[in-house]
């Protein structure tokens, strides 16, 4: 049974390689809308994750003032975490900047007095709470503490970078809802289109099959094989779509590293989810070959 | 062996295959069952193979009723039966050799044994020297002494034969005929459907003849007469 599947593989080879070829382009397309989804949602976490709070003070106030305040932020469930940066802290944080750049490190010496303010950064534990955070540091009583720009606002960062925010939150939540729409509609195309191939190629043996069963060939002495064929597919498909997947991904992953925003597609998949997805191709594989084969035998198997 | 109890085949109220036919094959018998095209032969034996289900009456196989067998009986019925038919149904992509040895192996036999069997089989309708052909590559007499060779290999009880010559010339049909002689003096029944009226007449042996799906005779030493 074995062999005979492996030799129909082979005596079949226009079409093996036609099944084959499909498979793999419906693999390539369902392997890239998991992985690009995977990816797309780890970037807007790791957008999210940068975003935070930062409210600056005035320089008249004191150490112990702030580090009060902060313990009464790190008190509100939305915070997770705050950390108080001191003058000294800005100061040197700026130097280290700019290390290197002369006119900078001179025209601090020239102040000669730290122009910097003392500051908190606020993470919260999701995007949407910085609204009930910055109105939480809006409240009258704190109304003294916090430095004035030129114009009069509040130095709460989020304030001044809140339109950009939101709108790159609501920009990426699109984005993913549309990916993953599209993904679906698909990877569902995909499953239809190599299923049909399998079951042309299983069309093309009806007459083998019904000779089978008349020299007394029981059910699964006909459709062993066949399912063989398909396990080979799939086998081969998988290896296929591996094989052009690795390069695309690398080209892609130098390509797209600036958008990201350093963050490398390729190294990332690399290092998170290579055995997840060779897993899932290969068992994806495997299914799609044997259950196409399976399902397409069974109306010919009816006698 | 085989008996046929008042079987009737009712496609739809203008088309009967066949109604109310009753006889007996016995074993060892040679029987052929003639009749002109659409008078119920074909049908007859796709009855007998559990290809098709009757209307109504019975089919069996010793005594065994063959239209109440589950999917998984039924190899085990038609490696009891060998069938030929007029078109050969070989498969194409096998050879010769791979045709014949693949009864034996859907009939779940060891590779000694069908490596002892398909010679011998193809021996006897001396075809040994074509054995490794594809039947593209063999002639239409060719072809169904592969299919004769196919059928016999498993040691069925009964070889059905449907217009077996149906395709053949005047030489490869005696052949093919001789062959079914000689397969039924080794001991195998045959049951031979046909409408050539020359081998029937040269048989010399029992016909069962069909007219419009029924039964209108049944001699021992019978003749084409319709």
Do not use: C
Not at chain 1, 116 to 143: H, P, V, W
Not at chain 1, 196 to 202: D, P, S
């Amino acid at each position: 049974m074995l062999k005979s599947g492996v030799i129909n593989f082979f005596r079949n080879g226009l079409v093996s390689l036609a099944t084959v070829l499909v498979m793999s382009l419906s693999l390539l397309m369902l392997a890239s809308v998991f992985m690009g989804s995977v990816f797309l949602s780890t970037f807007i976490q790791d957008l999210q994750a940068k975003v935070d709070v930062s409210v600056y003070f005035k320089k008249s106030v004191n150490e112990n003032a702030i580090l009060d305040l902060k313990s009464k932020l790190l008190a509100l469930k939305e915070v997770k975490d705050v950390q108080y940066v001191s003058r000294d802290e800005a100061l040197r944080r700026f130097l280290e900047r700019h290390k290197g750049e002369d006119i900078i490190a001179r025209s601090i010496e020239i102040i000669d007095e730290n122009p910097f303010s003392a500051s908190l950064e606020i993470g919260a534990n999701d995007t949407s709470k910085y609204d009930i955070i910055t109105s939480f540091l809006e409240q009258a009583s704190y109304k003294d503490f916090i430095d004035i720009d030129e114009r009069g606002n509040q130095k709460i960062t989020y304030r001044q970078n809140q339109a950009v925010i939101d709108r790159l939150t609501a920009m990426l939540g699109a984005t993913r809802a549309a990916g993953f729409g599209a993904a679906g509609i698909l990877a569902l195309i995909a499953i239809i289109i190599a299923y049909n191939t399998v079951r042309l190629a299983i069309y093309n043996s009806r007459d083998e099959i019904s000779v089978m069963q008349l020299v007394g060939a029981s059910s699964w002495f006909i459709r062993g094989p066949f399912l063989i064929e398909g396990f080979i597919h799939g086998i081969i498909a998988t290896i296929f779509t591996i094989v052009i997947m690795y390069p695309s991904l690398w080209w892609a992953g130098s390509k797209t590293e600036a958008i990201f925003g350093g963050l490398n597609i390729f190294d990332y998949f690399i290092s998170n989810i290579l055995q997840i997805s060779l897993i899932m191709i290969f068992a994806l594989g495997l299914a799609l070959g044997v259950f196409s084969a399976q399902l397409a035998i069974r109306k010919y198997l009816r006698v | 062996m085989i008996y046929f109890d008042k079987v009737s085949k009712i496609y739809s109220p203008t088309a009967i295959a066949l109604e109310d036919v009753s006889f007996t094959v016995s074993p060892n018998e040679f029987i052929s069952i003639v009749g002109q095209s659409g008078a119920g032969k074909s049908t007859l034996l796709k009855l007998l193979l559990a290809e098709d289900r009757p209307s109504s009456g019975k089919v069996f196989f010793e005594s065994q009723d063959v239209n109440i067998l589950s999917r998984k009986e039924l190899p085990f019925l038609r490696r009891r039966i060998g069938a030929v038919f007029q078109d050969y149904r070989l498969l194409p992509a096998r050879t010769a050799y791979e045709n014949v040895a693949f009864a034996l192996e859907a009939a779940g036999k060891s590779d000694d044994e069908i490596d002892h069997d398909v010679p011998q089989s193809l021996e006897l309708v001396g075809l040994m020297d074509k054995a490794w052909n594809f039947p593209h590559e063999l002639s239409g007499g060719e072809r169904q002494r592969v299919a004769i060779a196919r059928a016999i290999v498993v040691r069925p009880d009964v070889v059905v034969a449907d217009e077996p010559t149906g395709n053949l010339d005047p030489l490869n049909k005696w052949e093919i005929i001789q062959l079914l002689e000689k397969i039924n003096g080794l001991g195998t029944t045959v049951i031979l459907a046909t409408h050539d009226k020359e081998v029937i007449d040269s048989l010399q042996r029992r016909v069962v003849t069909l007219d419009k799906g029924r039964l209108v005779r049944d001699e021992l030493r019978g003749k084409y007469v319709l």
